[in-house]
């Protein structure tokens, strides 16, 4: 496997010499009957390494390889797959033949060969982020979070911090021969602490991270900032009361309360819930979801975040949807084989957690657009309500469109005023109808610090989520005080 | 593959380590899924995997390190003890680290007598025959009602996983473990009043699964009775947790009951053995060697025995679930729940966890209640364990006088977990298994309500 965009010829170096351009040409020509109508070969090899602390020691130091192929083949809508992590001929070749079985097709179509295909230009590095900064060095940061932690407030207890970074090299082998390449890194920090105080022990984390090197996160005050944010919400939280129950105005802060976003629209716009009929947004193109002047998209196109792809896993260039255009549905996220069968084109959202998992239609990063007003009178708009700055996770029923969501730091405002900090609460609502109560945009977008993952059918892959301050007139909040 | 494990820690011995264990496991597997009476999609999985635990000698005392890799190729693994030992030098010595050497392994009979009742041999299911549990599973559920108006596929998988396990104080074993399942989803009604429920079984033999149609019809008449839900008035009422949903709240229990947890003051449930946690009723134990469980194992992730454990008895906490770390700190010995996985460190987690079920059926413990409403999905992640507080979004049906009403959706329940469980009001006679667990349902008394 040579190939890379500039033509220039490189071997991946950690994959065997005997996975040549013949014996993949073999594979693929053994895989794909002559009715298929897609096929590819997935050649992965993966690294990650990982570091934490506890009890202000480094307790855990861990590293993993992973690699394999996984050889999928298309016809209708029907798909076979099959996965081997043995990189040999007759693995592969094995792999090729179940992956086939089920199109019942015995034709073979005329061989071709594999060619290497120009990629778009990298939105990432491809040095290895755990080359950049030496284990020690890691262990030194870590130790200084633990420090730093414990000298903001005397009633932090336990400090948790991690650090963990990733490089995956890719090969696609597509049904026509070509061959794309894309090289992956992802690197993480996150910290949480304990508080206690009079009894009442509390906690709270804060992470950051994305498609760079580690050498990004070995800024001092990236790191002190994180923590910083961790203890103060921990802190904050010792005197948080129980949060109201019932419906009321909220209002979300920026960056990662676009979560909301992610399972009330995203989801259920995903090509195959909506090409099987099962999403509550299936066949609504055209429709009011939203209330004028909500723009949302999913764009993976953002150099450096945490849910962007130069490629997506089909060897489709990443795009900048439109899932929502001034409160009209405007598109669906698709993978090919869900294009294919809704007579769309693919929009570069096809993902797979690994070599070992299913093709998917999957978010990249998803998030509103700006407004126009100042957050301040977003905030100070509330006659009474909750101000949610920020969130744990979310979830999603497509069908029904009911999600949740949980927050983390979030206010009691009443007469415009925060009152007191509530405890975390879950927020319900229905995803066709909640962005329709959407009555004030902030002018103050931003991404969330790359933190997010996203489950589906068992397949955990990075997204970001982001958005302005908002202001949503009427949404079911879940506080223990009714 | 205890040949590799053995030799992954005979390897790390003549390197350099003070002590190691290793875990490697093969696993072949296969899935099928079915939509609309036609195969979609077929899966076929061949894997292996080794992990690896070295501990090195340091001046302030012993460092560990873990790395696993799927390359089981010779280079591959003296690549793995490489990396392994090389972090564990620049790990910071713990003077609490255990090493792996010197647990208490079941003994060599035990071993033998275990694999016989426990040691798969095949694949517990053929290609053919589970496209046609799927087949049927998903036809059962289309032909149950004309309100039935699509399906999100059945997937039937199955699989055989061997497990071995090795340890540098020469203590090795394995065993096999096969699995299947079977589940199904569908839909009712269309536009923006589709409901959708799903209905699964699991098993390590074919003859421990239910019958393909019994689950189909259980997915249909599920998502049948929920259409056309209504809202329902907000405020304080007992709320019934059916099996499915309860299994989650016993999974928070044990969860806060982990060791680890305890020791790093992050559970709820630290400083609280030998109090009363649920009311005298309740009685709740984790059983590694169980007929029926998917859970069951003679050892556990560093080869200390297993053995079944009480956590409530009495509705008292009994004490905590630990590996050889925890119960170090904690003062006491490893009750065996060392979880393992080829990466990262040692978790805790149980086996078969398995709450005794009440002596009433559903039905008299709902006219005993009254009014309130029976939640059978919980959705989101709206659970503390440090403090135990507690807001999940809900779907169920409303208990109007003793009986199940109409279907509700789009609420919220709150409350604190440790309120939660002593406001426990009743358990049903319908213990049900999930897989590794098996729990009735609970009534509980008091808990917050909200919705639009």
Redesign the interface.
């Known amino acids: 496997m040579r190939l890379t965009a500039d033509g220039m010829h490189e071997r991946l170096s950690t994959m065997p010499n005997h996975l040549s351009p013949e014996n993949l040409a073999r594979a693929l020509n053994t895989l794909v009957p002559a009715g298929a109508d897609d096929a590819d070969l997935y050649l992965q090899h993966s690294t990650s390494e990982?570091m934490?602390l506890?009890e202000g020691?480094?307790?855990?130091?861990?590293?993993?390889?992973?690699?394999?192929v996984g050889a999928r083949v298309v016809k209708g809508?029907?798909?076979?797959?099959?996965?081997?992590?043995?990189l040999e001929v007759p693995?592969l070749l094995e792999?090729a033949r179940?992956?086939r079985?089920?199109t019942d097709d015995r034709q073979h179509r005329p061989p071709v060969a594999i060619a290497v295909s120009p990629a778009p230009t990298a939105l990432y590095t491809a040095a290895n982020p755990a080359q950049d900064i030496a284990?020690?060095e890691r262990?030194v940061l870590l130790e200084h979070v633990d420090r730093f932690a414990r000298s903001l407030d005397p009633r932090v207890?336990?400090v948790?911090a991690s650090l963990s970074c990733s490089h995956t090299d890719v090969h696609i082998v597509r049904i026509d021969g070509s061959e794309l390449h894309d090289v992956r890194p992802l690197v993480r920090l996150n910290v949480s602490v304990?508080v206690?105080h009079n009894g009442r022990?509390?906690?709270a984390s804060a992470g950051g991270g994305g498609r760079f090197g580690l050498s990004r996160l070995f800024d001092k005050q990236q790191a002190e900032h994180l923590t910083r944010e961790a203890v103060r919400i921990a802190v904050l939280n010792l005197e948080a009361i129980a949060?109201p129950?019932?419906?009321m105005p909220v209002v979300l802060g920026p960056g990662w309360p676009g979560i909301l976003l992610h399972e009330a629209i995203g989801h259920g716009l995903e090509g195959d819930f909506n090409r099987?009929?099962?999403s509550?947004f299936s066949g609504r193109i055209g429709e009011r979801v939203a209330a004028p002047g909500v723009t949302v998209v999913d764009d993976g196109t953002i150099p450096e975040r945490r849910g962007s792809l130069t490629i997506d896993d089909e060897g489709t260039p990443t795009h900048r949807t439109v899932l929502i255009e001034d409160g009209i549905l405007t598109g669906y996220l698709t993978d090919k084989q869900n294009a294919r069968l809704m007579g769309m084109a693919p929009t570069g959202n096809g993902r797979r957690e690994s070599y070992?998992h299913?093709v998917l239609p999957r978010m990249t990063n998803t998030f509103m657009l700006a407004g126009s007003h100042r957050p301040d009178d977003i905030v100070a708009s509330l006659e009474r309500g909750i101000y949610a700055v920020n969130f744990?996770?979310?979830?999603?029923?497509i069908?029904?469109?009911?999600?949740?969501?949980?927050t983390s730091e979030a206010y009691l405002v009443e007469h415009g005023r925060i009152v007191a900090p509530v405890?975390?609460?879950?927020l319900?609502?229905?995803g066709?109808e909640v962005l329709k109560h959407v009555s004030m945009i902030g002018n103050d977008l931003a991404l969330d610090p790359g933190v997010g993952t996203c489950g589906k059918d068992g397949q955990s892959v990075p997204v970001g989520v982001g958005l302005p301050t908002i202001r949503i007139d009427?949404i079911?909040?879940?506080?223990?005080?009714? | 593959m205890e040949t590799v494990a053995r030799q992954l820690v005979d390897m790390a011995r003549s390197r350099g380590a003070a002590d190691a264990d290793a875990l490697a496991i093969a696993d072949t597997s296969e899935s099928i899924r079915v939509r609309q009476g036609k195969p979609e999609s077929v899966e076929r999985e061949d894997s292996r995997g080794v992990g690896l635990r070295v501990f090195v000698d340091t001046p302030d005392g012993l460092a560990f390190a873990s790395a696993s890799t799927s390359d089981v190729s010779e280079p591959g693994l003296q690549q793995l003890v490489d990396q392994a030992l090389a972090m564990a030098r620049i790990s910071a010595a713990d003077p609490d680290a255990v090493p792996p050497s010197g647990a208490k392994h079941p003994e060599t009979e035990e071993l033998r007598a275990w694999k016989a009742r426990h040691h798969d041999q095949a694949m517990p299911w053929s290609t053919e025959a589970a496209l046609d549990a799927a087949l049927a599973c998903e036809a059962a559920a289309l032909s149950f009602s004309p309100e039935i108006s699509n399906s999100e596929g059945a997937e039937a998988s199955f699989g055989l996983l061997s497990v071995a396990y090795a340890s540098a104080d020469g203590f090795a074993s394995h065993y096999n473990r096969g699995s299947l399942g079977l589940a199904l989803s569908v839909l009712a009604g269309s536009g923006t009043g589709m409901q959708r429920d799903y209905a699964y079984d699991q098993g390590r033999h074919l003859e421990d699964m239910r019958p393909a149609a019994d689950i189909g019809r259980e997915a249909a008449q599920r998502t049948v009775r929920r259409l056309h839900p209504d809202s329902l008035d907000s405020g304080h009422m007992t709320v019934v947790f059916e099996p499915r949903c309860a299994a989650s709240l016993f999974g928070h229990l044990a969860g806060a009951a982990n060791g680890r947890a305890v020791l790093q003051q992050r559970s709820f449930l630290a400083d609280r053995v030998g109090q009363a946690i649920f009311p005298g009723f309740v009685r709740v134990l984790d059983d590694p060697d169980h007929s029926k469980g998917t859970g069951n194992r003679l050892f556990d992730g560093e080869g200390t025995r297993c053995e079944s454990l009480t956590l409530i008895e009495d509705g008292r906490l009994q004490g905590y679930l630990t590996d050889r770390y925890a119960a170090r700190r904690l003062g006491t010995t490893s009750t065996g729940h060392a979880r393992r996985g080829l990466t990262g460190d040692l978790g805790i987690g149980t086996s078969n966890l398995i709450v005794e079920p009440g002596k009433i059926p559903l039905d008299e413990l709902l006219r005993e209640i009254g009014n309130g409403v029976l939640v059978t999905e919980l959705m989101g992640f709206g659970v503390n364990a440090v403090t135990g507080d507690y807001s999940r979004g809900a779907a169920g049906f409303l208990i109007e006088n003793g009986q199940v009403t109409r279907p509700v959706s789009g609420f919220t329940i709150a409350g604190n977990l440790v309120d939660m469980f002593a406001n426990t009001i009743a358990l049903g006679d319908d213990l049900t298994w999930f897989g590794s667990r098996a729990v009735p349902s609970i009534a509980i008394a008091g808990m917050t309500v909200a919705c639009q």
Do not use: C, L, W
């Open positions: 990982s934490s506890e020691r480094v307790k855990h130091v861990s590293a993993s390889t992973q690699q394999g809508e029907v798909a076979g797959h099959a996965y081997t992590d043995r693995a792999a179940a992956a079985t089920i284990m020690p262990r207890v336990q948790f304990v206690e022990r509390e906690s949060a129950a019932g419906s099987k009929g099962t509550a070992a299913p744990g996770g979310g979830q999603v029923d069908t029904s469109g009911q999600f949740v969501f949980t405890k975390e609460a879950t319900i609502g229905n066709p009427r079911t909040v879940g506080g223990a005080q009714a």
